[in-house]
């Protein structure tokens, strides 16, 4: 009879076994659970409860349970956040693929289901293995192709992320008391030891380290896009590595230039360009830039740290607080709280046009809307005549090329 994958004499690795399954599916306990925690954490920095314009997943019902308004301190914390979601993910590529392939005869053994216990496993099964794909390759995509599924990624992701845990979890629940008595064990039995064994070419130790050195690879290639300078140079792998674009006041990483979100020169000119900013009963003002260059200016450090996973140090922003803005057209009263606001761009082209802040983001001194950085004025690209940047928010909420600012309840 000739072998089919469904019998087990089939697979003849002499390396697969329960030892090297647990270690790694060991290492995956660890290493998804913060995944699915700091992703969680990445969509509430959003602050999609805070308005439908920033909710990137508008029927998530109970799934958003969880939600909070994102805090501004520490200043990093996104960048930090986020640099761990992507970074980790990338760097656990490997250890997911040799954890697939050392239960693969798994997959195909018959029957398909004994019994009805059975029979719900291996759905169960299913559902972990597709979802923990889904994820990987979804998360891959944005963070290589930027927007594949436009507008999409984000409930494709954050559902798939619920799928994925809730049945990790109930395997984790099943396999992990089993798994740590496996990796001290020194026999191999049970049936994913190879039957008929090929002879070694490695050992186990030496293919973990064959993991674990793909896995040191893909994260030394990929972790230096959460800094500058000679670091961002070593991130061949992201987009958002290699080098800076340029040298200079201006020369830190851009996502999406003046070019391409279709900004006109004409537009930006100093005689052309007016900021609206409107208060809460309505009252309006409208600034040119050298007005806005007039008034109380104030300097923070803040990084740009994009969901992409890639973030800038600290840039020397300059320009006008927010609140200052907010307190131009309210006088708000004894006790209330500070207004939210909605910040609309001049841009009409691509995805992004505009983004809500909470209360806490706004009255926070750091928060700006930026004339200048690292003591130029603005690049085109980096958002000329001015931008918003607020401490510890994911970049997409620092608004480039402003054009409106509504305050209150947005
Ligand atoms: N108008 C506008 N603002 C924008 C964007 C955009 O595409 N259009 N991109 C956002 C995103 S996703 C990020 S990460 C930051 C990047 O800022 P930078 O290009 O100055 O580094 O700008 C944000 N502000
Ligand atoms: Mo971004």
Same mark, same amino acid.
Not at 71 to 94: A, E, F, K, N, S
Not at 255 to 267: Q, W
Not at 288 to 309: D, F, M, N
């Given at each position: 009879?000739?072998?089919?994958?469904?019998?087990?004499?089939?697979?003849?690795?002499?390396?697969?076994?329960?030892?090297?399954?647990?270690?790694?599916?060991?290492?995956?306990?660890?290493?998804?659970?913060?995944?699915?925690?700091?992703?969680?954490?990445?969509?509430?920095?959003?602050?999609?409860?805070?308005?439908?314009?920033?909710?990137?997943?508008?029927?998530?019902?109970?799934?958003?349970?969880?939600? +909070?308004?994102?805090?501004?301190?520490?200043?990093?914390?996104?960048?930090?956040? =986020?640099?761990?979601?992507?970074?980790?993910?990338?760097?656990?590529?490997?250890?997911?693929? &040799?954890?697939?392939?050392?239960?693969?005869?798994?997959?195909?053994?018959?029957?398909?289901?004994?019994?009805?216990?059975? &029979?719900?496993?291996?759905?169960?099964?299913?559902?972990?293995?597709?979802?923990?794909?889904?994820?990987?390759?979804?998360?891959?995509?944005?963070?290589?192709?930027?927007?594949?599924?436009?507008?999409?990624?984000?409930?494709?992701?954050?559902?798939?992320?619920?799928?994925?845990?809730?049945?990790?979890?109930?395997?984790?629940?099943?396999?992990?008391?089993? &798994?740590?008595?496996?990796?001290?064990? &020194?026999?191999?039995?049970?049936?994913?030891?190879?039957?008929?064994?090929?002879?070694?070419?490695?050992?186990?130790?030496?293919?973990?380290?064959?993991?674990?050195?793909?896995?040191?690879?893909?994260?030394?290639?990929?972790?230096? =896009?959460? +800094?500058?300078?000679?670091?961002?140079?070593?991130?061949?792998?992201?987009?958002?590595?290699?080098?800076?674009?340029?040298?200079?006041?201006?020369? +830190? =990483?851009?996502?999406?230039?003046?070019?391409?979100?279709?900004?006109?020169?004409?537009?930006?000119?100093?005689?052309?360009?007016?900021?609206?900013?409107?208060?809460?009963?309505?009252?309006?003002?409208?600034?040119?830039?050298?007005?806005?260059? =007039?008034?109380?200016?104030?300097?923070?450090?803040?990084?740009?740290?994009?969901?992409?996973?890639?973030?800038?140090?600290?840039?020397?922003?300059?320009?006008?607080?927010?609140?200052?803005?907010?307190?131009?057209?309210?006088?708000?009263?004894?006790?209330?709280?500070?207004?939210?606001?909605?910040?609309?761009?001049?841009?009409?082209?691509?995805? +992004?046009?505009?983004?809500?802040?909470?209360?806490?983001?706004?009255?926070?001194?750091?928060?700006?809307?930026?004339?200048?950085?690292?003591?130029?004025?603005?690049?085109?690209?980096?958002?000329?005549?001015?931008?918003?940047?607020?401490?510890?928010?994911?970049?997409?909420?620092?608004?480039?090329?402003?054009?409106?600012?509504?305050?209150?309840?947005?």
């Amino acid at each position: 009879m000739r072998d089919t994958p469904a019998s087990p004499s089939f697979w003849r690795s002499p390396l697969r076994g329960p030892w090297f399954t647990s270690v790694l599916g060991l290492v995956l306990l660890l290493g998804i659970t913060v995944l699915f925690v700091t992703g969680l954490v990445s969509y509430a920095a959003y602050n999609p409860d805070l308005s439908r314009i920033n909710d990137k997943t508008p029927d998530k019902g109970l799934l958003g349970f969880y939600l +909070f308004a994102w805090p501004t301190d520490p200043h990093w914390l996104y960048r930090l956040t =986020q640099g761990v979601h992507v970074t980790l993910g990338v760097t656990l590529i490997p250890v997911l693929l &040799a954890k697939l392939w050392s239960v693969v005869p798994k997959l195909f053994a018959l029957p398909p289901a004994r019994s009805l216990t059975h &029979a719900l496993e291996r759905v169960s099964l299913l559902l972990l293995v597709g979802g923990g794909l889904f994820e990987f390759v979804t998360g891959v995509l944005n963070v290589q192709l930027d927007y594949l599924f436009p507008g999409s990624f984000y409930p494709l992701h954050f559902y798939g992320a619920w799928v994925f845990f809730a049945a990790f979890v109930a395997h984790a629940v099943l396999k992990v008391p089993a &798994a740590v008595r496996n990796v001290r064990k &020194a026999r191999e039995e049970g049936e994913l030891v190879a039957s008929r064994p090929d002879p070694p070419t490695v050992s186990r130790r030496g293919a973990l380290w064959f993991v674990g050195g793909g896995s040191l690879l893909l994260f030394g290639t990929t972790v230096g =896009q959460g +800094f500058d300078g000679p670091l961002r140079r070593t991130a061949l792998l992201a987009p958002h590595g290699g080098a800076d674009p340029a040298s200079g006041p201006n020369g +830190f =990483q851009i996502n999406k230039t003046a070019a391409y979100a279709g900004i006109d020169r004409a537009e930006t000119a100093e005689d052309a360009w007016r900021l609206v900013v409107v208060g809460r009963a309505g009252r309006t003002v409208r600034l040119g830039r050298t007005e806005l260059t =007039q008034l109380p200016l104030y300097s923070s450090a803040l990084p740009i740290a994009c969901v992409e996973g890639w973030s800038t140090s600290d840039q020397w922003w300059r320009g006008v607080r927010l609140r200052d803005l907010a307190a131009l057209v309210d006088l708000p009263a004894e006790g209330d709280d500070p207004p939210d606001v909605l910040v609309e761009s001049l841009q009409r082209r691509g995805a +992004f046009r505009r983004a809500a802040l909470r209360g806490n983001q706004v009255a926070d001194p750091r928060s700006l809307l930026a004339l200048y950085v690292n003591g130029e004025p603005l690049s085109a690209d980096h958002g000329y005549p001015a931008r918003v940047i607020v401490p510890a928010a994911p970049g997409v909420l620092n608004t480039k090329w402003v054009a409106r600012l509504t305050f209150g309840k947005v």
